[in-house]
T-cell receptor
Framework: AQSVSQHNHHVILSEAASLELGCNYS??????LFWYVQYPGQHLQLLLK??????LVKGIKGFEAEFIKSKFSFNLRKPSVQWSDTAEYFC???????????FGTGTRLQVTL | DTGVSQDPRHKITKRGQNVTFRCDPI?????LYWYRQTLGQGPEFLTY????????KSRLLSDRFSAERPKGSFSTLEIQRTEQGDSAMYLC????????????FGPGTRLLVL
């Protein structure tokens, strides 16, 4: 069965710092990859997704992620975080063998002023 | 707003009681999913429907759990004889026909079993 690992459980950054959140998945076949964000008090929202093509995908609010197939990774990046980026970030994988998303445990990002 | 809606948003119940949650998906979406999220974890898949047909159920879905989507529109998730371990956030999501299409999530129903 597929699984997703997010090794950073809690990240604290100052505003304007660069961000990279790790995501690794275990599945040998074709995958679709997602990053969702959950702002305090709000529901899960799609940040970006990878289905095929260019492995560097851009999402909302200046976020991007790079799919590296050889490393089974889909790390999330942002060059300069803002206080409003404080949220929990979830990586998820869809494999097609089961009609569901498999999520990682999430990374809580806290951005300080 | 035409997003996914869930009702109620919060539910407190006593152990042994039955509870039912409702999910209204985005209107043109024919796939509907239920997930459960506990503190410090990502959402875990429970079950999904394509139109009115329940096509997959997780092993997490014990016999006390039942889900329906009678007319292929809204769905209900019922938990019978609730246990304290059922306390969690229950999330509903919907997507278009293609299985890899993006799933859009509702705000969730937070259940507390005393």
């Amino acid at each position: 069965a597929q699984s997703v690992s997010q090794h950073n459980h809690h990240v604290i950054l100052s505003e304007a710092a660069s961000l990279e959140l790790g995501c690794n998945y275990s599945y040998g076949g074709t995958v679709n990859l997602f990053w969702y964000v959950q702002y305090p008090g709000q529901h899960l929202q799609l940040l970006l997704k990878y289905f095929s093509g260019d492995p560097l995908v851009k999402g909302i609010k200046g976020f991007e992620a790079e799919f590296i197939k050889s490393k089974f990774s889909f790390n999330l990046r942002k060059p300069s975080v803002q206080w409003s980026d404080t949220a929990e970030y979830f990586c998820a994988v869809y494999t097609g063998t089961a009609s569901k998303l498999t999520f990682g445990t999430g990374t809580r990002l806290q951005v300080t002023l | 707003d035409t997003g996914v809606s869930q009702d109620p948003r919060h539910k407190i119940t006593k152990r042994g009681q039955n509870v039912t949650f409702r999910c209204d998906p985005i209107s043109e979406h024919n796939r509907l999913y239920w997930y459960r999220q506990t503190l410090g974890q990502g959402p875990e898949f429970l079950t999904y429907f394509q139109n009115e047909a329940q096509l997959e159920k997780s092993r997490l879905l014990s016999d006390r759990f039942s889900a329906e989507r009678p007319k292929g529109s809204f769905s209900t998730l019922e938990i019978q004889r609730t246990e304290q371990g059922d306390s969690a956030m229950y999330l509903c999501a919907s997507s278009l026909r293609q299985p890899q299409e993006t799933q859009y999530f509702g705000p969730g129903t937070r259940l507390l079993v005393l």
